[in-house]
């Protein structure tokens, strides 16, 4: 790349960014400020900033390459992120969420639900899960960023996750909440304006919107025999029902993220910024049409590549990428894509990566400080309550950074379903009936909780394949990859160990009713 063109580039758009985070910065004079913008947040930037959080470089980047193997059945994911993520997520569960946590004064996610079920437990080992296992999720976000800088900017790996890691632990350090809205919602408008381009580009690329789609079904004979075997029928048609392609598909990709967006700690937070149900309503449609140029664009996408690399070099997608699903799109976009939008496209992948990282590490800080160390009695670092939280941002971008070292390609939409699935069944449940099940009760959540995280995690480590292969422990203590055979093997734990902690959590309500400490009325939070 020409980088008497680039670094200026860069140098705007790191200005922009660090201009807003000190606006932030500047605006961030209380722990609410810090944990939950004031609640005050415009709802545009709101819906925004969810989208930013939500669409990562694991999106653009993971899934966009994981497209290409499954097809156009990907387009079921958006439909749900929209439908649940964005719809569900603010007009029913948000408008609740933002009047309870200002009325109990909560700022963060677990104690949100510690204290709706009066319960430390639940608040302490909420933020325990959210610290241990978000940096996973973190880790793949910045693998996302760090490969698509090596492969447009032909940069070492370690370099870019450096500098990433270095650029969002400044933002989330230096303002809080509020820097990283701000930033999250100019890295929106980047982010919709190049996706936008992208969509119609490639479009263009493959001959229309009628030729390309015809173009892509005639290529079904060219299916890889591995894939073939397993139920693949061609990239616009969705895999044989039942099969292996399928329940992966199904189950894990579709279901596992589109169910599990719904108990994302980073999103249910932003409901929390703003100051009426009003602003939440406004959200609506911003950020419906974020995700469907967001989600809805790179699904597209994804498939299409195989066509245009035919087209061009007799090759499909992973071959021209050399097998590693998560250098499709990069490759795509520097074999397709004019010099111009390659450059524009890099602030692209940068403001994916730092919205996201940014809202997950202040996420794991604030469950670090507000609902670990403070429950456990420390209340403050260097006499300074919002020190605990930046203590807790080195940690975790510390953590993360390991992980992205360790963890090997061609992972990131795995690691993806893995973290959506493991709060879908620990967190779902709970925070369904803390917002409209009065019966609900302290002993019913906390064993919900605890099953669902216990069985997901059980299941990722002993009968979902990749995962449980990967990891080993299951061979090392069995002598065997997993304990059971397909369709176990295939099947995201989600979908056996949601409904376990749902029924766990309605049966042990129901038994311990007179327990009850806390309702939920039409409009307010009433002591019992």
Avoid at 280 to 309: H, Q
Wanted: proline share 3%; net charge neutral.
């Amino acid at each position: 790349m020409n980088l008497s063109v680039l670094i200026p580039l860069l140098t705007v758009y790191i200005a922009i960014m660090s201009g807003l985070a000190y606006y932030g910065y500047r605006k961030t004079n209380t722990e609410a400020d810090y944990l939950v913008a004031g609640r005050s947040i415009n709802p545009i930037v709101m819906a925004l900033s969810y989208g930013a959080t939500f669409i990562s470089t694991s999106a653009l980047v993971g899934f966009g390459g994981v497209s290409a193997i499954y097809g156009f059945g990907m387009l079921w994911l958006a439909f749900l992120n929209i439908i649940l993520g964005i719809f569900v997520a603010f007009a029913l569960f948000g408008t609740r969420i933002r009047k309870l946590s200002a009325e109990m004064n909560v700022f963060t996610f677990p104690s949100f639900l510690g204290e709706r079920y009066n319960s430390k437990f639940i608040t302490v080992f909420s933020g325990i899960m959210i610290f241990v296992f978000m940096p996973a999720y973190t880790s793949i976000v910045l693998i996302g960023g760090g490969r698509f800088l090596e492969e447009t900017l032909a940069i070492d790996y370690n370099i870019a996750l450096l500098v990433l890691a270095f650029i969002v632990g400044a933002y989330v350090i230096s303002g809080g909440l509020k820097a990283v809205m701000y930033t999250d919602a100019f890295a929106a408008i980047v982010m919709l304006v190049m996706m936008a381009i992208f969509l119609f580009g490639t479009y263009q690329a493959v001959g229309g919107l009628t030729a390309g789609h015809s173009g892509l079904t005639a290529l079904k004979e060219l299916v890889p025999d591995a894939l073939a075997e397993q139920g693949h029928r061609g990239w616009t048609a969705m895999p044989a029902f039942g099969s292996p392609i399928w329940w992966t598909l199904v189950s894990t990709l579709i279901m596992g993220v589109g169910i599990g967006v719904l108990a994302q700690p980073q999103l249910t937070m932003r409901c929390m910024t703003v100051k009426d149900n009003r602003a939440l309503n406004r959200s609506v449609l911003v950020g419906g049409i974020f995700i469907f140029f967001m989600t809805g664009a790179v699904f597209m996408i994804g498939p299409l590549t195989n066509l245009y690399f035919y087209n061009t070099t007799g090759e499909l997608a992973m071959t021209v990428a050399g097998g590693n699903v998560d250098l499709v799109i990069p490759t795509f976009i520097n074999e397709m894509m004019p010099d111009w939008f390659v450059y524009l496209f890099t602030l692209t992948a940068l403001s994916a990566v730092i919205s996201t990282v940014s809202s997950l590490i202040h996420v794991q800080s604030a469950s670090f400080s507000e609902d670990i160390l403070k429950n456990i009695g420390v209340n403050s670092v260097f006499g300074n309550k919002i020190s605990m939280s930046r203590v807790g941002v080195i940690i975790g971008m510390a953590a993360a950074i390991l992980l992205a070292y360790i963890l090997p390609g061609g992972v990131i939409a795995q690691a993806t379903s893995f973290w959506f699935g493991i709060c879908a069944a620990g967190f779902l449940p709970v925070l369904i009936g803390s917002l409209y099940w009065k019966n609900s009760t302290r002993a019913g959540a906390i064993s919900s909780i605890v099953v669902g995280f216990a069985v997901s995690i059980i299941g990722f480590l002993f009968f979902h394949q990749k995962e449980a292969a990967a990891i080993g422990l299951a061979n090392a203590l069995f002598g065997m990859d997993t304990l059971a055979g397909f369709p176990m093997t295939h099947i995201n734990p989600l979908f056996y160990a949601l409904p376990l902690s749902s029924l766990v959590f309605i049966l042990v309500s129901l038994k311990t009713g007179e327990q009850v400490d806390i309702e939920v009325t039409e409009d307010s939070v009433v002591s019992k």
